[in-house]
């Protein structure tokens, strides 16, 4: 399969992990909850893992590889606060400051 459209997907946070299976068919998320979340593939989409944190999702239509890398992010999208979450590799997300001490 030839892949003209990537998406890169970062994961930052403490224990947060990715792996695939399947030959890129399956994705496998480690994101603190009490179980793995696992997403599987439409048939013009693969997923490989670079390292436990990077998540690349590629593939021949452009429509599905960012519907695809859409969905994997929405089930950590980004907190304001630490900016911990799952993030697109170009996305820089403004940290808002937390409560201030009053004197």
């Known amino acids: 399969m030839e892949s003209k459209f990537f998406?890169?997907?970062?994961?930052?946070?403490?224990?947060?992990?990715?792996?695939?299976?399947?030959?890129?068919?399956?994705?496998?998320?480690?994101?603190?909850?009490?179980?793995?979340?696992?997403?599987?593939a439409p048939p013009s989409v693969r997923v490989f893992c670079f390292?436990?944190?990077?998540?690349?999702?590629?593939g021949i239509d452009k429509d599905r590889v960012h519907h695809f890398a859409g969905a994997v992010r929405s089930c950590k999208p980004p907190e304001v606060y630490k900016g911990k979450g799952v993030l697109y590799m170009d996305e820089?997300?403004?940290?808002?400051?937390?409560?201030?001490?009053?004197?």
């Open 7 to 40: 998406r890169f997907l970062k994961l930052v946070g403490v224990g947060f992990k990715a792996r695939t299976e399947c030959q890129g068919r399956e994705l496998f998320l480690k994101l603190g909850y009490s179980h793995e979340v696992q997403f599987t």
């Open 51 to 58: 390292k436990p944190n990077i998540v690349c999702c590629t």
């Open 92 to 103: 820089v997300v403004k940290l808002k400051q937390g409560k201030k001490q009053k004197k």
